[in-house]
């Protein structure tokens, strides 16, 4: 109960008109690959490679030469998960309708550039790409469902990297303005919530993720160097977005998306302590932009360390200022140990570096779970920026059993995500703004890292394997029920 005449009255829970829902990105869900006009995007060219040949870390990036040879169809690979998704493109009507049951109050998606403008560099928009997705927010909007769409989810068209090598030409920046402002003019009246860039500082894990080719670097050339230009042109990109948005459809909101990594020190050890706040700065760098409309002075040490040197235009400098973000979206699966000892860090589940947590379970993926974690990074965040704050992926990555009646008992899934919601109701309590929570993946899809399906993080299983084998059928786990419960009760009942 909130006194309001007294100082200390706390929120006892989510307010009223919290964002509950789920979020999915359309290279993993969508398939269709190249159907209604579609263009090839950078990850219809990634494809499967089985756990025991993968190399660790995050290495997605094909050569050149495999790009062409997928595009030529002489690649040695013949799956490529990404391009059937699960086939949402003919079946979304039926999974919005089960989103629709659990009580969705918002669906975050995102919209496939290469479907709207298939080579990204011409002029004109591919009606059939732009027909889909009326059609879709259609459907969301007859269940009262709100949609929040992400410009670009890692979806850049292929011809912008084999052509321009992605980001770092800085043409990308018109060709991707003329493509948000198709979308805002066309879905103007039915798109409200929008996200530039998903987890933008994935950027300096794999520069291909933004089309980067940095396998045909030179190698004289500063992979740094290039992967800081290339941001610099979407920091700018993410800002004009913000501009036209302004001017398209003044009532929506625009937020940035982060990979949210909190970072503890491995001791007490000023060193370590130091490393971890290293750590957590180069987090916020990502956020800072576009919050604050400018380069902290931190990252500026940090390119004089590492030889980076970002060209700028004349003007840059007013659009970072001019153009920052409504709110701040992040996505939470994990949290990493720093280290002092260069030696002790590996790379860790979510393309993290760090050492492992000996207080944290792990997943079965090597991701260690830290629900108190998401309360610490939502009042950190809050401290920080005071913006409202809107948790855009968070979930588990488990293998799920089918029982011979067809039920699947996910009662991990259950206890991960009521573990997580009780810390965000608890950050809630701080008197932290949280708008919403759509957890990663209400059903099962391709896996970002792996392209695996055999990696669920639904709560409606998908039959289809790691290569396409299945009959796509749609069918209901127990945490489907219980996050119904969840929403019903608006975080009541968990
Ligand atoms: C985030 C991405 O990194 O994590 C999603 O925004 C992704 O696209 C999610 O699916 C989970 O990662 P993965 O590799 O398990 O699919």
Redesign the pocket.
């Known amino acids: 109960m909130t006194n309001n005449n007294c100082v200390n009255c706390v929120p006892t829970g989510f307010p009223e008109g919290f964002l509950w829902g789920g979020a999915t990105?359309a290279n993993?869900v969508e398939g269709a690959y190249d159907e209604g006009g579609k263009g090839l995007s950078v990850f219809d060219v990634v494809p499967f490679v089985p756990k025991d040949e993968r190399s660790e870390g995050f290495d997605l990036e094909p050569t050149a030469e495999e790009i062409d040879a997928v595009i030529n169809g002489t690649s040695k690979h013949t799956n490529f998960p990404k391009r059937r998704g699960i086939d949402q493109y003919h079946r979304y009507k039926e999974d919005i309708k089960l989103f629709a049951e659990m009580g969705f109050k918002c669906y975050r998606l995102s919209i496939s550039w290469s479907r709207i403008f298939p080579n990204g560099d011409e002029t004109e928009p591919n009606e059939a790409g732009l027909k889909y997705y009326d059609n879709v927010f259609d459907e969301c909007k007859k269940y009262g469902i709100e949609p929040l769409v992400t410009l670009s989810?890692?979806e850049i068209p292929l011809n912008l990297v084999v052509k321009y090598n992605g980001w770092l030409d800085r043409r990308l920046i018109e060709f991707f303005t003329r493509y948000v402002k198709t979308c805002f003019t066309r879905y103007k009246d039915k798109v409200k919530y929008w996200l530039n860039f998903?987890?933008i500082n994935?950027i300096a894990m794999s520069a291909f993720v933004a089309g980067v080719k940095t396998k045909e670097l030179a190698s004289d050339v500063n992979v740094k160097q290039v992967t800081y230009q290339a941001l610099h042109h979407q920091f700018i990109a993410a800002a004009l977005a913000t501009k036209y948005l302004r001017k398209i459809i003044p009532d929506a909101k625009i937020g940035l998306m982060l990979?949210r990594s909190l970072n503890y020190p491995e001791t007490c050890n000023p060193d370590d302590v130091r490393a971890a706040q290293e750590a957590n700065e180069f987090n916020y760098f990502f956020s800072d932009v576009q919050v604050q409309g400018k380069y902290p002075n931190f990252i500026k040490r940090f390119f004089a360390d590492n030889g980076v040197c970002i060209e700028k235009q004349v003007g840059d400098d007013e659009i970072l200022a001019e153009h920052t973000v409504d709110f701040v979206s992040f996505?939470y699966?994990m949290t990493t140990v720093a280290t002092a000892d260069p030696k002790r860090a590996t790379p860790l589940g979510?393309?993290a570096f760090g050492v492992m947590n000996p207080y944290l379970e792990t997943s079965d993926?090597g991701w260690q779970v830290d629900p108190v974690g998401l309360r610490t990074a939502l009042n950190d965040f809050w401290d920080r920026y005071h913006l409202p704050l809107f948790i855009v992926?968070n979930?588990l990555?488990a293998y799920d059993k089918v029982e011979a009646d067809g039920s699947i008992h996910d009662d991990y899934r259950i206890d991960y995500m009521r573990r997580h919601i009780e810390q965000m109701k608890e950050a809630v309590k701080d008197g932290v703004d949280v708008m919403g929570y759509t957890m990663?993946?209400p059903i099962d899809?391709v896996?970002?890292?792996?392209s695996e399906m055999s990696?669920r993080?639904g709560f409606i299983y998908v039959d289809q394997d790691d290569y396409g084998n299945g009959t796509l059928a749609r069918s209901r786990k127990d945490s489907f029920w219980w996050y119904k419960g969840v929403i019903e009760s608006n975080g009541e009942v968990l």
């Open positions: 990105a993993q989810h890692f998903n987890e994935m990979a996505s699966y979510n393309f993926w992926e979930g990555g990663w993946g899809l896996s970002a890292g792996t990696k993080y």
